[in-house]
């Protein structure tokens, strides 16, 4: 160790070496000596401070610099002290560049950058208030605590307030999931954008009662009304998400963009808008649903707007006298439309929307190649300065259908709303097990009894339906119809509408009736006999717990069902309980081994 001649040295050759303390004869010496460095003005010893790491840098850094000067010009040593030393230039410019080396080997950085470079320039954080503000006692409320902390919720925000969290949120409040570039925001409510027509406006909100819009039309009525570009649509929602007035709208407000056509260029030119559906019970709901809107239109704004549908059942003739006066809105189903075309009964010249509507059971119902005819036709026969637009909507989004939008839809915008989001039906699920048929109808009956009409029976075969009919009429006081596809035209269109009428308690079905159909009010579903495929179960099922009503499923299985089925039906019961009471029974489990093959899962 060097030699030590003062208590300073001594404390700097300590920090130095960090292994000796200062020794004590030396501590007494330096207190002996007045004014020392140890001491104040007064003579009094200064208490003791513990330096930062960078202050001990720079003591030893000044220690160095005062040896080389000492070796340099052979003086004695310089007093220095820790703050200022105004002695030597050329020291304090040595001091000033090892200083700023120190501050950079700290804690702190000196970066050397472009302000405009800084990413959080302009960010104003979500918690801007102070804890200590809020928390005051019986100054701020627990909703305005709660405001101050995650900020305003977009319900509570202007338009113009809006920014991307909010809009984000949105998307999440409602499971909308979009891609396909450039997709415009949803709409908050109805009013606000400004796209729907006063008129039309007053309609749906006053007269339909319809005082917001569903996830599917808030995401579907702005990417699809934009008039300097009318963008494909591909939408994904569960039936009984509105997707009829998703499309009507629409179709109406770009007809409201041009004037009336008078009846000779109606019939001439062809329908403004085509819709095509899967069944005729789903093209004569639609037709109903557009005519609502349509006559309130028509007398109200003076808009002759008229909506002709061509179903199966009706023959050429009755065809043709329907489209006499021509159309604005054609509403069809692929087969019958392709017959029509075929006899010249109409012409397709002028279709600015075309509308597939449950693209999913067309497929599933082998209208593929009718679909995909009738989508030809349309583009040969729209005129070149048409800018026609295709939307489609689909429960489920299936191999073919990205096909079909693949090759006949240009950049579309696709939506998909509650699939897979979180979002979903309120319906209890429950699975019972019945030996044979006889036990499956004496559970009905004890069933139908707890619940208020109307209720729908899916059965698989006709002679189903008219054995539990005729067993209904004898052993019950419930009225009943029959809904199935050896129905004639009139019959199907009478049966629905007794039961829409409240006239009928119960309509025993076939799978004609679980897709597209909107019964209101339907409190129960029973399955008394399941479906073949978990996605017709899914549609059956669909047809109760609709519009934001809860609803009950009932299944009766006997033992000559399909195993894999019934392995599918329970993984779906277990996973789709969004009111976390669905009950899948013993008796089925133990049937198919579904209790034996949960336990390997466990133990494997």
Not at 124 to 137: D, E
Not at 170 to 186: M, Y
Not at 278 to 305: F, G, M
Not at 443 to 466: G, M, R
Request: hydrophobic share 35%; with cysteine.
């Amino acid at each position: 160790m060097p030699d030590i001649e003062t208590v300073q040295e001594a404390e700097e050759a300590s920090y130095r070496y960090m292994a000796r303390p200062v020794d004590v004869s030396q501590l007494i010496a330096g207190m002996n000596k007045k004014n020392g460095p140890d001491k104040d003005t007064l003579g009094k010893i200064k208490k003791p401070k513990f330096l930062s790491k960078q202050e001990r840098l720079k003591q030893e850094d000044l220690k160095e610099n005062k040896e080389e000067l000492k070796l340099k010009k052979k003086i004695l040593p310089v007093k220095v002290e820790q703050e200022n030393d105004e002695d030597d230039t050329r020291l304090n410019e040595e001091n000033e560049k090892k200083d700023s080396l120190s501050k950079q080997s700290g804690s702190k950085f000196q970066f050397s950058w472009n302000e405009g470079e800084d990413t959080l320039a302009g960010y104003n954080p979500i918690v801007s208030a102070k804890v200590s503000a809020l928390l005051r006692r019986g100054q701020i409320s627990k909703v305005a605590l709660e405001s101050s902390y995650m900020g305003k919720h977009w319900t509570e925000k202007s338009l113009s307030e809006m920014n991307g969290r909010d809009w984000r949120i949105l998307r999440e409040d409602f499971a909308i999931v979009t891609k396909g570039g450039a997709v415009e925001n949803p709409m908050r409510d109805w009013e606000e954008l400004n796209i729907i027509p006063r008129d039309l406006l007053h309609i749906v909100i006053h007269q339909l009662q319809f005082p917001l819009p569903t996830p599917i039309q808030r995401i579907t009525i702005p990417n699809v009304c934009n008039a300097k570009q009318y963008r494909d649509f591909l939408g994904v929602a569960s039936t009984g998400s509105g997707k009829t007035l998703a499309f009507i709208i629409p179709v109406l407000i770009r007809m409201s963009r041009s004037s009336p056509r008078p009846t000779s260029l109606k019939i001439m030119d062809g329908p403004k808008a085509l819709i095509l559906a899967p069944t005729r019970e789903l093209v004569q709901q639609i037709q109903v649903e557009a005519e609502k809107v349509t006559k309130i239109w028509s007398r109200e704004s003076n808009y002759d707007c008229r909506v002709v549908s061509i179903v199966g059942g009706h023959s050429l003739e009755e065809i043709s006298y329907s489209l006499s006066e021509g159309c604005d809105i054609l509403v069809a189903t692929p087969g019958r439309l392709i017959d029509s075309l075929e006899n010249h009964l109409l012409v397709m010249k002028q279709v600015e929307t075309l509308v597939l509507d449950e693209a999913d059971k067309m497929i599933d119902l082998g209208f593929e190649d009718q679909v995909t005819t009738i989508l030809t036709k349309v583009d040969v026969s729209a005129d070149s300065a048409t800018n026609r637009q295709t939307l489609m909507f689909t429960a489920t989004m299936t191999p073919v259908i990205e096909k079909i939008a693949a090759g006949y839809m240009r950049k579309p915008v696709y939506a998909t709303i509650g699939v897979d989001t979180g979002s979903e039906p309120l319906i209890q699920q429950i699975v019972e097990y019945a030996d044979n048929e006889e036990q499956k109808f004496k559970k009905l009956k004890s069933i139908v009894t707890k619940y208020e009409p109307p209720i729908i029976i899916f059965i698989n075969y006709k002679q189903t339906a008219d054995w539990l009919a005729e067993r209904f009429q004898k052993e019950t006081n419930m009225r009943v119809t029959i809904l199935h596809g050896s129905k004639s035209q009139e019959q199907r269109e009478h049966s629905l509408q007794l039961f829409r009428s409240g006239r009928v308690q119960v309509m025993i079905a076939t799978n004609v009736a679980a897709r597209g159909l909107d019964i209101p009010n339907v409190s129960l579903v029973v399955n008394f006999q399941i479906s073949k495929k978990i996605d017709d179960y899914i549609h059956r099922i669909g047809r109760t717990g609709r519009a934001a009503k809860k609803g009950t499923a009932i299944s009766l299985v006997d033992g000559a069902e399909d195993e894999t089925l019934m392995r599918e039906l329970y993984k779906y019961v277990k996973k789709h309980d969004p009111l976390d009471n669905n009950i899948f029974s013993g008796g089925a489990k133990n049937k198919y081994n579904i209790n034996k093959e949960q336990k390997n899962e466990i133990i494997y």
